[in-house]
């Protein structure tokens, strides 16, 4: 590699670094805020009917794994009742949910 090309590499990783995070809000307000609240608290209409947990709360944080929260975002969550909660995300790839994961887990105070 040339130093050119080099330098180049390093401004477009840079960019992209710096898409993704704009991304996961844009995907956030898109796909999420409707029922889990632009800020994270759950507080829509939405939200409320279906009892969302304030994810400001560092307690409601604990209760869930990196893991479990990509896999609410790609299979859905489903409640004691068998009642669908949380339908899968469609139309975002796996890696954008999984962007999304620090994204929520910057909402806890
Ligand atoms: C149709 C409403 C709805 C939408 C849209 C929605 N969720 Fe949820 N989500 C829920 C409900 C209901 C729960 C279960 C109650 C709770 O834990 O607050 C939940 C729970 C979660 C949990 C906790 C998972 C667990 O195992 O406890 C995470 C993380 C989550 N949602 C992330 C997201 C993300 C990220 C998006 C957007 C890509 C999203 N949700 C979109 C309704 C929704």
Not at 56 to 61: A, G
Not at 76 to 95: F, N, P, R, W, Y
Request: net charge positive; charged share 30%; hydrophobic share 40%.
């Amino acid at each position: 590699m040339t130093t050119t090309q080099r330098l180049l590499a390093l401004i477009l990783t840079g960019a992209a670094l710096s898409t993704y995070g704009a991304d996961a809000d844009a995907h956030w307000k898109e796909h999420c805020a409707k029922c889990h609240g632009e800020d994270g608290k759950g507080g829509t209409k939405m939200g409320k009917k279906l009892g969302i947990a304030d994810l400001t709360d560092p307690k409601v944080q604990a209760k869930f794994t990196d893991e479990q929260a990509f896999k609410a975002m790609k299979s859905g969550l489903i409640d004691d009742k068998g009642k669908t909660t949380m339908k899968a995300v469609e139309g975002l790839s796996d890696a954008e949910m999984k962007a999304l994961v620090p994204y929520l887990r910057a909402f806890k105070k």
